[in-house]
């Protein structure tokens, strides 16, 4: 579900998404010139790096600190130098794609339609929409869309909010399909996306795969053209980095797909999980990335592209950071006992990425405003190092893209506001971690309404079920079968995922279909062994 408040007109086609520019010569030059000069830029890191270690005797704190952050900087775009997507080899699984919705009538009716148009075998494609308890006419554009979808979209009502985590669950539930898609209701999936996305599960290991998103409205303000920088350099260098070891830590709620039976046996823990005794409302993609992570492969597929809606508004941009942030640190707990299994490269960059942020404004501190209190001398080094950062970002998306434009330059403002507003966020989003509020929006999930299983009204035929019976094996998944059963007030129920014992990876092996053993899993905190 989107975090920003963008405004938007109600419309029958899906919002355009940004035409893809040809190149000339004036921005071929331009594009030389600025990865010369992100060249430069980066050997001035290394000098930094070295200027770093003579300062050892004189201030500890800040040499380790800056080492260590242009050792992380450096490896960042090294690594991702060697980032390949994977080949399009013709696989095409039976795929659901899962958009839980809460009060967006403006948007959901067309972010629909534009999944509608994917380009994707129309019999291997099924659309779950799910409004969450939405008080506005979410529900009504949703059911428009169906009626028009000739059902190909599945609606499923909850009567009141219950989370964002209860409405993926419940599409998830009420599907057989062998791999799960999410996209976000403020996000647009480019015709050829879902096609490309699904490609890397090929490989037997991968168990979930991040698309790439670009910013949709990132021509509107100066928030949303830094914001474009930044998911640029998020994506395609440190998520690119991450998935040459198959260690993705975090797959974008904008769009990303996950095997069943990656996510099968803990998605019970998944739904209901908790932190600090507080139902844990948000980080929905962090939280199931670090469930898959632990037994399988998490890549990247850059040529999976979506483009989502960003905050416009300083206050709702705040908000969301912090959200993201308590997430972030919240999830940081799990990741740090799982990521040792893998590779020590990526281990190690992840201890260090866990590490940076935490001391990040201890350091700042120290370098910017304690000379300013003990009137000792002011050292360059931390402000020359964070310009170099800045003009990193900036150069490096400048260099990357098609038209040459002034737009690179809000890398640079990017990093400034970080280290103005952005970097003291970090303590106060730990402080505040056990809040159950999402910030940006009045959603009522998880606040004082407990932790209820979510039971859903489908508003379809039963005859949508009826394929639960028995479901064709396949290169991706085994055979599944499923339960039909009703509720009290008489809407159809599947139950269709079923546990693995205790200490079995999930790896393409055949679920036992076991009571006992599904009770077991459902009160087993997954992540705990870790």
Not at 384 to 391: E, I, P, T
Not at 420 to 440: C, D
């Amino acid at each position: 579900m989107p975090d920003n408040e963008v405004s938007t007109t109600q419309a029958t086609q899906p919002p355009p998404i940004p035409t893809k520019m040809k190149s000339n010569a004036i921005d071929w030059t331009m594009r030389v010139l600025a990865a010369v000069y992100l060249v430069a830029v980066l050997v001035m890191i290394i000098g930094y790096r070295t200027a770093a270690t003579q300062v050892f005797e004189r201030d500890l704190v800040l040499a380790v600190y800056g080492a260590a952050v242009g050792a992380y900087l450096l490896s960042r775009f090294f690594i991702s130098m060697f980032y390949q997507p994977h080949e399009d080899v013709g696989l095409e699984p039976r795929v659901a794609i899962v958009m839980p919705s809460f009060n967006e009538e403006d948007a959901i009716g067309a972010s629909l339609r534009s999944l509608l148009a994917l380009d994707y075998p129309q019999e291997k494609l099924e659309l779950i929409g799910v409004n969450d308890g939405s008080t506005d006419n979410t529900l009504a554009e949703m059911r428009k869309v169906a009626a028009e979808a000739n059902g190909r979209v599945r609606v499923i009502d909850f009567p009141e909010n219950r989370g964002k985590r209860a409405g993926m669950a419940a599409g998830i539930r009420a599907t057989t399909a062998e791999v799960l898609v999410f996209v976000d209701s403020d996000s647009i999936v480019e015709p050829d996306g879902l096609r490309k996305l699904v490609q890397p599960f090929a490989e037997e290991q991968v168990g979930a795969v991040c698309g790439h998103t670009d910013v949709l409205n990132a021509d509107e303000n100066w928030m949303a053209k830094m914001q474009a920088v930044r998911y640029y350099i998020a994506f395609r260098v440190l998520k690119a980095a991450e998935s040459c070891f198959g260690c993705v830590t975090c797959c974008s709620g904008c769009f990303s797909a996950y095997r069943r039976v990656a996510i099968a046996p803990r998605l019970e823990w998944w739904e209901h999980q908790t932190f600090l005794e507080v139902p844990s409302t948000f980080g929905d993609d962090r939280s199931l990335t670090n469930c898959v992570l632990r037994d399988w492969r998490v890549t990247y597929q850059v040529t999976a592209r979506s483009h989502t809606a960003v905050p416009i508004r300083f206050r709702q941009f705040m908000r969301q950071q912090a959200r993201w942030k308590r997430s972030w640190a919240r999830e940081a707990t799990y990741l740090a006992r799982l990521i040792w299994r893998k590779p020590a490269p990526a281990a190690l960059a992840v201890y260090v990425g866990l590490m940076l942020p935490i001391l990040g404004p201890i350091v700042a501190a120290k370098a910017l405003l304690a000379p300013l209190i003990t009137h000792q001398g002011f050292s360059v080094l931390y402000p020359f190092g964070v310009y170099a950062m800045a003009l990193t970002y900036g150069l490096y998306y400048a260099a990357c893209q098609a038209k040459y434009g002034s737009r690179w330059a809000y890398g640079i403002v990017f990093v400034g506001f970080y280290l103005v507003f952005l970097l003291w966020q970090t303590y106060w989003a730990i402080l505040t971690i056990r809040t159950a509020k999402w910030g940006t929006r009045p959603a009522t999930a998880g606040i004082d309404t407990g932790h209820e299983r979510a039971t859903a009204s489908i508003e379809t035929l039963e005859s949508a079920y009826q394929a639960h019976g028995t479901v064709a094996e396949s290169p991706l998944s085994p055979t599944f079968s499923g339960d039909l059963a009703r509720n009290s007030e008489g809407a159809v129920v599947g139950d269709i995922l079923h546990a693995y014992p205790e200490g079995e990876s999930p790896h393409l092996r055949t679920p036992k279909r076991s009571a006992s053993a599904r009770h077991e899993r459902a009160h087993t905190p997954a992540l705990e062994e870790a």
